[in-house]
């Protein structure tokens, strides 16, 4: 089973736009990770947040994360045809649990 | 290596054939991941090892799945009689230290399952 559950399941914007993606998860975490996949490749990490953290950056990422709703979000800015790819966010247990990911098209 | 490789990348199958997939991780990783992932879906978890020990086979869906990785390095991932739903891109990753949550998973390019 998957805990994670992304939305939208699809986004399409224009390069240059910001994308965002939500995530949210049913059980308490320590953490919560963003991964992206690229058509026919492995996963890519992105950008982990911790539990006790609201908001992180990492150059044109943001994540943010409310516990209390258990949900986090991630957002992409100034977008470009490069960041076109699914992206999935990863709650931990002892292993990761994966949502079902945004597929992200970015037309240039 | 400089990331975890995995091989074969394809592999077809016939229905009731056995198979193989291995697993490099990045030398040093203490953890290793196996996951699923069909079509359109995001990953699932089938199986961690931490060194040689499998410390979680929960996620196997039968006992057709057995993992193995005996020398605390590379792993292999083994599908006896091979069923048209175990079709998916099988991904292994591997992390350095014990805990998964707290850590990075650097993923392999995954090896594609066919089933005819």
């Known amino acids: 089973s998957q805990q994670g559950e992304e939305d939208p399941q699809a986004l399409s914007i224009q390069e240059g736009e910001n994308a965002t993606m939500n995530c949210s998860y049913k059980?308490?975490?320590?953490?919560l990770q963003w991964y992206r996949q690229n058509s026919g490749r492995g996963l890519v990490h992105l950008i982990l947040?911790?539990?006790?953290?609201r908001e992180k950056h990492s150059g044109r990422l943001r994540v943010t994360l409310d516990t209390s709703k258990k949900s986090s979000s991630l957002l992409i800015t100034a977008s470009r045809a490069a960041d076109t790819a699914s992206y999935f966010c990863?709650?931990?247990?002892?292993?990761?649990?994966f949502g079902t990911g945004t597929s992200l098209t970015v037309i240039p | 290596g400089a990331g975890v490789s995995q091989s074969p990348r394809y592999k077809v199958a016939k229905r009731g054939q056995d198979v193989a997939l291995r697993c490099d991780p990045i030398?040093?990783?203490?953890?290793l991941f196996w996951y699923q992932q069909a079509l359109g879906q995001g990953p699932e978890f089938l199986t961690y090892f931490q060194n040689e020990a499998q410390l979680d086979k929960s996620g196997l869906p039968s006992d057709r799945f057995f993992a193995e990785r005996p020398e605390g390095s590379v792993s292999t991932l083994k599908i006896q009689r091979t069923q048209q739903e175990d079709s998916a891109v099988y991904l292994c990753?591997?992390?350095?230290?014990?805990?998964?949550?707290?850590?990075?998973?650097?993923f392999g390019p995954g090896t594609r399952l066919t089933v005819l």
């Open positions: 990863a709650t931990d247990a002892f292993q990761f649990y």
């Open positions: 990753a591997s992390s350095l230290v014990v805990l998964a949550g707290d850590n990075e998973q650097f």
């Open positions: 947040i911790r539990s006790n953290e």
């Open positions: 059980t308490s975490i320590n953490n």
């Open positions: 030398s040093g990783h203490v953890s």
